[in-house]
């Protein structure tokens, strides 16, 4: 049984904070990382895949980096404000097609 | 943009019933998913499709479920004879392709209450 974890379960900062968070995965038979935003009552949005070591990837205030020799990674957001208040999912890839998914990371983004 | 769609947003059933969930992928997408969470726990992988066959699926995927592209653009999940246990969010995902750098696309999921 694959075990991807992230943590915190949940996160509460105030608006202009910078955050990030954690993903753990294995470290063998590693293919490829997701991440992913879900609002509630929407669908989970795609943020990033990873398939590289070292790779770093960016979308406007959120970034990510990957490590997959001690299988985590880091999910960081600059200047946090309101309407990034989601939960952030990770899920890892290996040789199929099907994505494990850690618990995720709820994030409260006070104003 | 274009987007997976899935219907009904809530369904309610007895246990015992058969239940059919359907998902509209995105048009030019080939591989096609089912996934679902039950409350408080993590988001499951039930099954992968592919060129009109199961391409992959996990040990919840039982003799209970079924999968079904009837058209070229509805993709179904049936649930046979519910059970109790099978009250969760069930989302449908699309892909373009197969391989590692590609994204897949959810629905904004079909939540199953079986009571």
């Not at chain 1, 954690?22 to 929407?42: D, G, I, Q, V």
């Not at chain 2, 070229?72 to 699309?94: H, P, Q, V, W």
Request: charged letters at 20%; hydrophobic letters at 30%.
């Amino acid at each position: 049984i694959l075990n991807v974890e992230q943590s915190p379960q949940s996160l509460h900062v105030q608006e202009g904070d910078s955050t990030n968070f954690t993903c753990s995965f294995p470290s063998s038979n590693f293919y490829a990382l997701h991440w992913y935003r879900w609002e509630t009552a929407k669908s989970p949005e795609a943020l990033f895949v990873m398939t590289l070591n070292g790779d770093e990837k960016k979308k406007g205030r959120i970034s990510a980096t990957l490590n997959t020799k001690e299988g985590y990674s880091y999910l960081y957001i600059k200047g946090s404000q309101p309407e990034d208040s989601a939960t952030y999912l990770c899920a890892f890839k290996g040789a199929g097609n099907m994505l494990t998914f850690g618990g995720g990371t709820r994030l409260m983004v006070k104003p | 943009e274009p987007e997976v769609t899935q219907t009904p947003s809530h369904q309610v059933t007895q246990m015992g019933q058969e239940v059919i969930l359907r998902c509209v992928p995105i048009s030019n997408h080939l591989y096609f998913y089912w996934y679902r969470q039950i409350l408080g726990q993590k988001v499951e992988f039930l099954v992968s499709f592919y060129n009109n066959e199961i391409s992959e699926k996990s040990e919840i995927f039982d003799d209970q479920f079924s999968v079904e592209r009837p058209d070229g653009s509805n993709f179904t999940l049936k649930i046979r004879s519910t059970k109790l246990e099978d009250s969760a969010m069930y989302f449908c995902a699309s892909s373009e392709l197969g391989g590692s750098s590609y994204e897949q696309y959810f629905g904004p999921g079909t939540r199953l209450t079986v009571t």
